[in-house]
């Protein structure tokens, strides 16, 4: 991982790795989401990465959409609690266009007045379609459930009534007191110089007057595990737990990133998926999942069920946890897990979309990336007394928020 870094004057840094690929990557990351609003603006992040797509001072909405679709490139975006992205796949060739354009969008957007409300009857319809997806709207609902009162427990999307209530003036206001450029990470992956990428955001970003972030975000304290029931016109039944965990700079999270990954993780092996889909058949989505903040984290198990099974699927997902709480791996089981995530990160590297975004908010993070080498270092020195220790913090049932549709 040979990527290259730059500071500009005004604070924004820039992160490239060259690569030979056909296709080049380009994006920006700011360090701010849903947390950042403040209580009158809840939905309001989210708000703004569609509506940053509808004009401006020089281009409509089409000409915007247009501009790299002209040239079979793609344009997105994505906001959640703590990090905001605009992104795009060009050809190399293109890379200025590319940078021209999200500059344009995140400088001189517009907002006009028509395009808000049209934007806002979009987002309420996703509102609407994400509660009619109870496999979904469970893990917002676990989240507000679990950082009860805190700016966390938001959901991204905001309520139809706080959606309606935006306009241009709230747009404006948030964006001045949470893009920072101090907090703003150009990232790219690519077969284009450094210098010569260094140039081109230069020329385009390079003016953006330096304004430092001034506020630190609320911490979250005080978690008080609890638990739900909620009635709903489900064929099946939807269970959520979960726990608080470690943060960004924790030194136990890859611990829990391995730990995670033997649980509930992305192959099927996994000791939920087994016990509880290929061994009883009683689950066709199991995962578990692990997610870090800035000053905490979350650990989550999810499952679907027949409604009568609930119980005995609760069962036999405590029982995998005691196991991993009680029982030290063997030597070959920890060898195992470890090559497994070796492999599995690995792999992830030839999705250079998801390097960009990777490489974009590790450099947000901490200043600087790990090499895959520093990371295989340090699953390596992960001890099966680690693994029993943080299975023991964080599994521990009495401190699990449970929630369940039935």
Do not use: W
């Not at 984290?297 to 991993?324: H, M, P, S, V, W």
């Amino acid at each position: 991982m040979n990527y290259q870094t730059h500071i500009f004057p005004n604070g924004i840094r820039l992160i490239h790795q060259e690569a030979e690929s056909p296709a080049a990557h380009f994006g920006v990351i700011i360090n701010t989401g849903s947390r950042d609003e403040q209580e009158s603006e809840q939905g309001l992040a989210h708000f703004i990465e569609h509506v940053i797509f509808k004009g401006t001072k020089k281009r409509k909405a089409y000409h915007i959409l247009s501009r790299l679709e002209d040239v079979g490139g793609e344009l997105n975006a994505y906001t959640t609690k703590e990090e905001t992205a605009l992104f795009a796949t060009i050809l190399p060739v293109d890379y200025g266009r590319a940078i021209e354009l999200i500059s344009d969008i995140l400088i001189n957007s517009v907002y006009p007045a028509k395009e808000i409300e049209r934007e806002k009857e979009v987002i309420i319809e996703e509102i609407n379609s994400y509660k009619d997806t109870p496999s979904e709207l469970i893990y917002d609902e676990f989240e507000e459930m679990l950082y009860d009162g805190h700016p966390l427990a938001r959901n991204i999307l905001g309520t139809p009534e706080y959606v309606r209530s935006f306009n241009r003036d709230n747009i404006c206001s948030f964006i001045d007191r949470n893009y920072n450029t101090d907090q703003i990470v150009i990232c790219s992956v690519g077969k284009i110089s450094f210098n010569k990428l260094i140039r081109l955001v230069s020329h385009y970003f390079g003016d953006i007057p330096e304004n430092k972030r001034m506020f630190s975000r609320e911490k979250f304290e005080n978690y008080k595990p609890s638990e739900r029931i909620v009635t709903r016109d489900t064929y099946q039944a939807h269970c959520i737990l979960g726990n608080i965990a470690y943060d960004h700079s924790n030194p136990k999270r890859m611990a829990l990133v391995l730990l995670n990954n033997i649980l509930g993780g992305q192959s099927s092996n996994s000791r939920l998926n087994l016990s509880l889909r290929e061994r009883n058949g009683m689950a066709y989505n199991v995962e578990s999942s692990y997610s870090s903040y800035s000053d905490t984290g979350l650990f989550t198990i999810y499952f679907g069920t027949d409604k009568e099974n609930i119980e005995r699927a609760l069962q036999i997902t405590y029982r995998e946890l005691d196991k991993l709480k009680n029982e030290k791996l063997g030597i070959q089981q920890l060898a195992k897990a470890k090559k497994q995530l070796i492999g599995q990160m690995a792999i992830s590297q030839e999705n250079l979309e998801d390097l960009l975004l990777a490489l974009g908010k590790s450099f947000m993070l901490y200043n600087q990336v790990d090499t895959l080498e520093a990371i295989y270092e340090k699953i390596g020195k992960i001890t099966s007394a680690d693994l029993l220790d943080t299975a023991n913090e964080i599994f521990d049932q009495s401190r699990l928020t449970t929630l369940i549709y039935k």
